[in-house]
């Protein structure tokens, strides 16, 4: 692996990729070279992390064969025209933007022999439990996303798949958070609403969705089986089950991805 590694935008994301790079060993705080031209923020990440905090991107691009690019999808077209005199073949680019395609790159940078990487991460990323998919170009090889791979698992866990797979990776663990916090919402209201207090329902509502998937990770049974181990005959979980069921909870589940799925397509058509 090459000895230093770059990050253009120096955001919340780069942050967790760098926190989990530095806790992981994979590279060296001092390695790690940030451009963020937020003098507060970028102040922020050399004197939290000791990393190497640079304005503007020449450093990164000079320095670093491995470049990830973390801005926001809106600015990505302008850091492409900066950097485009910048960039060689040898750089891997590794981008976590949402929503743009590899394309979008190739034509930002007015070339198509550079080795891009588009990664779709999630939020729990921030907490070192992001679930990613990556997906490489045809300039880049199998060693070039395994090594992207090492590098986002220290950030969660991640998968290598087509580009043509990400619309789905996006309705499933893109916005996945946002119906995992919906979920969760529910459960604390209806605690409340059966009679404790707010915090109470709080701390048992999300032990009881931590430890609901530990144990599906742990046990690696399916979710039908830990289900039948807790529903006794006549008792309250087939109660409660029972409602759901008629309710097509399950199918309304999978119909919330479905349509994320739709809008991710629809949305990358634009
Ligand atoms: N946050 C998430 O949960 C999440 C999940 C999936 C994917 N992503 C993707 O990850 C990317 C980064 O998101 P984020 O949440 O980390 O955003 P963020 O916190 O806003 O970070 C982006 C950083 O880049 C800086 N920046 C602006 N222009 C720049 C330039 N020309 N060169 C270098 N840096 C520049 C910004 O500074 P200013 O604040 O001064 O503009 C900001 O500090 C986005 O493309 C997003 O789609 C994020």
């Known amino acids: 692996m090459d000895s230093q590694i770059g990050f253009i935008g120096g955001g919340q994301m780069a942050e967790a990729l760098i926190r989990g790079i530095i806790e992981s060993g994979l590279y060296k705080a001092d390695a790690i070279f940030v451009t963020e031209p937020n ?48 960039v060689s073949t040898e750089h891997l680019i590794i981008t976590i933007a949402a929503g743009l395609p590899i ?13 891009i990487i588009r990664v779709m991460p999630n939020t729990p990323a921030l907490v070192l439990e992001g679930a990613s998919a990556l997906s490489g170009n045809s300039n880049t090889s199998k060693d070039d996303l395994l090594r992207c791979e090492e590098i986002l698992n220290k950030i969660g866990k991640a998968v290598i798949l087509d580009e043509s797979a990400l619309d789905a990776v996006t309705g499933l663990s893109g ?9 969760a919402d529910a459960m604390i209201d209806a605690g409340i609403k059966a009679g404790l207090p707010r915090p109470t329902a709080e701390t048992l509502a999300l032990q009881t969705i931590l430890g609901s998937v530990k144990l599906l990770m742990e046990s690696k049974k399916h979710p039908a089986e830990l289900r039948a181990m807790v ?3 006549g008792g309250t979980t087939i109660a409660a089950q029972h409602v759901l069921e008629r309710s097509g909870f399950k199918g309304i589940v999978m119909d919330a991805v479905e349509a994320a799925v739709n809008r991710s397509k629809e949305l990358g058509k634009i």
Do not use: N
């Open 231 to 233: 529903t006794s005959p």
């Open 39 to 86: 003098r507060k923020r970028r102040d922020f990440m050399t004197d939290t992390y000791g990393v190497q905090g640079f304005a503007d991107s020449t450093p990164v691009w000079d320095s670093c064969e491995t470049v990830f690019l973390a801005v926001k999808p809106q600015i990505m077209g302008a850091v492409l025209a900066s950097s485009k005199e910048l």
């Open 103 to 115: 394309s979008f790159y190739e034509k930002g940078l007015e070339r198509d022999d550079c080795k």
């Open 175 to 183: 916005s996945g958070p946002a119906y995992v916090f919906t979920f």
